[in-house]
């Protein structure tokens, strides 16, 4: 296998102290390239000084390869593989940015962007450049629903008829769980999405706004539907996520119960994840991320290697962003939206923009007087 020097875009504040404004994603991408053998971590970029020299020195980081503009870094390294790990509003600067130089490939956060003309501009981009694009959706490779997805395809339940999820939200979370749904219906394209939500206490996630309550529906292609009920209403579900089938079900982090369970046939049988959950295995320690994050990076190098599509790909990311974009847009216009989808902004965004939705301000930003 090749040798790869790798760059890290955002590095993020102190990992040890994460916020909804910063995650320091950057450390845990930077810890999973640090595990693999094949791997150099050669320059790091943080607009914020302190956090790029404070990321350098954990990673044993020249000083003169600690960059405040991704451009400059480019151009003094010019890495084979870069990861970028900040906020979705600015993905697609940086993303194109580095396709447009020397770079083999480039390991972006999650969610893909901000809108959904900017998410089609940077897969379209890359695609064009021939510099692979994945999405760190790293959940793909937990045991949990890795097992999920075997028993499925052993038939354990039957055909797959309907996904049910009750974990996290729609956007931030949602770039995970929707994409999960995704993958376990074959990573086909939706036909329509119906949603509504509300959002009456104001919630940013990295920049962006995040409703407090959603329910949506959408269809596959192959028939296959998948509904969603967070905040208030993800009891619903009693489980993170939910497979129903012609002859049974498959449960992933039941409420109160196992984390991977198999109901069929009037009985009911826990599956042994070697105590994996929905986010770790249980064996990292003291370390920024999970084990998960190195499974994706070694999945990514591997099909940069052997010149495969990933899992993780930019094209199968435009799924789940034309899901998420699309139930925004299916509360905007109250009713069902056909796909593919014909808008090019975030529906969410441009309703709290217009006044068509009025969250109260987070209690943080009300000061001492209330407001």
Partial sequence: MSMYDVAIVGTGPDPSNPTLDGFAMGYRHAEAYRN??????????DIVPENGAAFADEFEIAAEYVFEDYREL????????????????????IVVGCARSVVDAIHCEKPLAHTWASAQRTVQTCWRADVQLTFNRQRRFGRPFV?????????????LERIEIGWGDFYDTGAHTVDLAGM?????SAKWVIAQLDYREEDRRFGSHQENQMWAQWRYDDGVHAVLSTGAGKELVGAAILLRGTDGEI??????????????????ERIDVGGETMHRTGNEGDRFGSEFHDRAVEHVLDCLEEGTEPELSGRIGLNTAEILFGGY???????RVDLPLEIDDNPLEAMVASGDLSPEPAADEIGEGGA
């Fill in 36 to 45: 693999h053998d094949d791997c150099r971590l050669v320059a790091c970029a």
């Fill in 74 to 93: 480019l151009a003094a390294v010019e890495p084979d593989v870069v990861s970028v790990a900040v906020p979705p509003a600015i993905h697609e600067e």
């Fill in 147 to 159: 097992d999920a997805k075997q028993l499925l395809e052993d038939g354990a339940i039957g055909d």
């Fill in 184 to 188: 376990f219906a074959g990573d086909r």
């Fill in 251 to 268: 449960r992933i982090a039941v409420d109160d119960g196992p984390m991977l369970e198999v109901r069929s046939g009037g009985s009911t």
């Fill in 329 to 335: 847009e299916s509360v905007r216009r109250r009713g």
